[in-house]
């Protein structure tokens, strides 16, 4: 979700307060009923789309965390391959186990996986010999193990991502329907409250004045009304 969305987002679960703390006001008018009904479902699949994003950056981290771990412990057993290579003259094992921390990083994450699996074989040729190098039998297969995580990580971030395409989609249009319920249906509604549910009308003009919460030194106008939203699950609150 953008800083723009962010914000905006704040300033939707704000105007939802206020609707929730004034549903005897709006009860008086039919249509401004439908609209804040209509609202407040949009908002809704809004917090469901974004907890969508939510996953795949989860799922990013934790795969990156194993990409880490599955370097680390590959090139560690490549220094060892390398030294049985040189000592055996086996020049495609020192080839391919020849390999710097540098190296890992300018490679993508298939040229990666690519490597750590040919040096992985060759380490599960020659574990008798690597045990001489401080390689233990332990260490070859925690690196399999590893592989094989970051191979399930893998999987699981491209099946997330393909979703996230489309929810991305989904929660532009989303946003889309909530500024056309606010500016085209919500405010004007509200309009015709101004006098018989004066302190309604004031809440929700302070609502609708938030633009950037979160520290900025610049925000459109004080909000001295209290908005307080509890949680994102649109579970909301006005203090009075």
Known sequence: MTKIEKNKLTMYHAVSAVLSAHQESINTLAPLVTAATAFKDVLQNIANRNQEFSDVLGVTAAKNSVVEDMTEKTYIISKALYALGRKNGQQEVMETC???????????????????????????????????????????????????????????????????????????????????????????????????HSDFYSRYKAARTIKDLGGSQKSSAKVTDAVIVTNENVTESVTK
Do not use: H, W
């Open 98 to 196: 020849k390999i710097t921390v540098s190296d890992f990083t300018r490679l993508r994450e298939t040229e990666i996986l690519q490597r750590c699996v040919q040096i992985l074989t060759y380490a599960q040729t020659y574990t008798a010999e690597l045990a001489a190098y401080t390689i233990t039998p332990e260490m070859v297969t925690s690196l399999q193990q590893t592989i094989e995580q970051y191979r399930k990580q893998s999987d699981s971030k491209d099946s997330k991502l393909a979703g996230s395409k489309a929810a991305r989609n989904v929660l532009f249009d989303l946003f889309t329907s909530a500024d056309e319920l606010l500016k085209k249906e919500l405010d004007t509604l509200v309009e015709l409250l101004k006098n018989s």
